[in-house]
């Protein structure tokens, strides 16, 4: 398989179309992105990306076969402690299909998810408790009115 753009021909002759490695990459990122519970790529990717401020498309990668025109890829993700791997593998690999196929008309023979880690939450410190001092004294009380007669 390559590693070089993706070329489709029109039926009609009018010419070709060609759609680079990263566009599929980008499209395959953007659905993983709408799906809870996982990060993609590893922790090391995640770091890098802050300091570079890339988008997080490191994760993906791809394999075009020019000879069946379609495209065999590798998702790297780290998923939330608690989630159902296997149930939460398949929904990767059907919504990056879905979205692979839908928007650039590539078949995608097989999505490869590889869980790279196991994203585990830190409980929240509990808040300290700030001691409220006591209200300072009003020097004059308030005086008494007396009552009024008609």
Do not use: C
Request: glycine residues 6%; negative net charge; proline residues 4%.
């Amino acid at each position: 398989m390559a590693e070089k753009d993706f070329i489709l021909e029109n039926s009609e002759g009018a010419g070709e179309i060609k759609i680079a490695n990263d566009v599929i990459v980008s499209i395959a990122a953007q659905a993983l992105s709408e799906i809870k519970g996982i990060a993609l790529g590893t922790v090391a990717d995640s770091f890098v990306e802050k300091l570079v401020k890339k988008a997080a498309t490191g994760g993906v990668k791809i394999y075009a076969d020019d000879e069946t025109k379609s495209v065999d890829m590798d998702v790297h993700v780290s998923i939330q402690y608690g989630i159902n791997i296997p149930e939460i593998s398949w929904k990767i690999q059907e919504a990056v299909k879905q979205n692979v196929e839908m928007m650039t008309d590539i078949s995608v023979r097989q999505v490869n998810v590889f869980v790279d880690g196991v994203i585990i939450e830190k409980e929240p410190k509990p808040e300290k408790v700030k001691k409220q001092k006591p209200a300072k004294k009003a020097e004059e009380a308030p005086a008494e009115e007396a009552p009024q007669e008609a």
